[in-house]
């Protein structure tokens, strides 16, 4: 069971365009994480959010955390192919720093 | 520095087999967890290893069982295979229970 919920599950777009990932979650997380996969590979981690409200620009991406700590977006200005991978979200919780991904977002921008 | 690894990378297996899947954390590392990803999904947490201790356990039945060594590598067991088994594998160490996790190309497991 995925507590975590992104949207879209699909995101076919031409390069140069700007696209959205939402994360979603009646849960709260002391931290929510982004990671990219890649075929073949684990996930890597992007950035961490840490404070409700907390943006965070990693070049072309813009992370924000929800005021309530229960929700995340990640934002993608002139996609380029290279962008291409599968996005997830992680709320961190727990001692273990236990990880609950979301059921990830595969992004395909097109030259 | 090497990454982490892991062990075989693919694997065929058939229902009611054991398998164990091994993965060596990062140098340094004394912190391991597994993670399940079925097809399409995103990675679901089994357990974690921290100092050769179980640190946390997700929703996996005991079948799904480990083991840390005193290098910090460690093991996945899974015992009684079942076709919903199928998946790719992940592991992910890092250097304490509250630090950055990174993770190994995981093994992929088929059960026919």
């Known amino acids: 069971t995925q507590l975590l919920e992104q949207s879209p599950q699909f995101l076919s777009i031409q390069e140069g365009e700007n696209l959205t990932v939402y994360c979603n979650s009646s849960?709260?997380?002391?931290?929510l994480q982004w990671y990219r996969q890649e075929p073949g590979e684990g996930p890597v981690l992007l950035v961490t959010?840490?404070?409700?409200?907390e943006v965070k620009k990693l070049k072309r991406l813009t992370f924000q955390f929800g005021d309530a700590r229960k929700d995340s977006s990640l934002h993608i200005t002139a996609a380029q192919p290279g962008d291409t991978g599968l996005y997830l979200c992680a709320g961190v919780r727990g001692s273990a720093r236990q990880l609950t991904f979301g059921s990830g977002t595969q992004l395909t921008v097109l030259p | 520095e090497t990454g982490v690894t892991q062990s075989p990378t693919h694997l065929i297996k058939t229902r009611g087999q054991q398998v164990t899947l091994r993965c060596s954390s990062q140098s340094g590392h004394n912190t391991v967890s597994w993670y399940q990803q079925a097809l399409g999904q995103g990675p679901q947490f089994i357990f974690q290893y921290y100092r050769e201790e179980e640190n946390g356990r997700g929703n996996f039945p005991p079948r799904f069982s480990g083991l840390q060594f005193p290098n910090y590598s460690s093991e996945l067991n899974v015992n009684a295979l079942e076709l919903d088994d199928s998946a790719l594998y992940l592991c992910?160490?890092?250097?304490?229970?509250?630090?950055?996790?990174?993770f190994g190309p995981g093994t992929r497991l088929l059960v026919l």
């Open positions: 959010v840490v404070t409700g409200g």
């Open positions: 992910a160490s890092s250097a304490g229970q509250q630090e950055t996790q990174y």
């Open positions: 849960s709260v997380f002391s931290s």
